[in-house]
């Protein structure tokens, strides 16, 4: 789909990352179709690389540095679940760098994502109910939990940095 949307337009031959920079910062309503759909694609690629079965090791520097940034590990975990629980329907919660070199937390709604502020994104999850709903009916903190303590690779988050 999204590739049909830039055949043919100023996006065509561009990366995944210009298309989403660019569409959002142009604000176009044109656009919106070309954003969603490679957005989300950006957004989904992310979630899967930083997944793994049985994962939940973090490498001493990852530790390190979130507990510069959060005061501790379970502090940074806490926060994430809590801007992930908080976004008001779809959406994403992130661990980023920011423009600054500090660590953050953030959320996003629907498709945007930590590109559209030159952030760079270290872990992302999904907190559209489609992710969870399942396993988890409404218990978004739960999910959260569960994403933080049993399925991100902490190596794949470190390597970002």
């Known amino acids: 789909n999204g590739n049909k949307l830039i055949a043919g337009t100023e996006w065509e031959g561009k990366s995944v990352e210009e298309i989403v920079k660019g ?7 044109a656009q919106n179709g070309i954003f969603n759909n490679a957005s989300q694609h950006w957004n989904h690629t992310q979630f899967w690389e930083m997944m793994g079965p049985g994962e939940g090791g973090m490498p001493g ?7 510069e940034a959060f005061g501790s590990v379970d502090k940074f975990k806490e926060d994430f679940a809590a801007a992930g629980a908080g976004q008001f329907g779809s ?38 109910e489609h992710s969870y709903y399942i396993d988890f009916r409404n ?15 902490w190596e794949n988050v470190a390597a970002r940095m």
């Open 23 to 29: 569409t959002y910062q142009s604000g176009a309503v």
């Open 139 to 153: 218990a978004r903190p739960k999910y959260l939990t569960n994403f933080l303590d049993k399925l991100v690779n």
């Open 61 to 67: 520097e990852l530790e390190k540095a979130l507990t």
């Open 91 to 128: 959406g994403w919660a992130w661990l980023v760098k920011d423009t600054d070199g500090s660590l953050k937390v953030t959320k996003t709604e629907n498709g945007v994502n930590p590109l559209c502020f030159g952030q760079t994104a270290l872990l992302g999850c999904d907190v559209w």
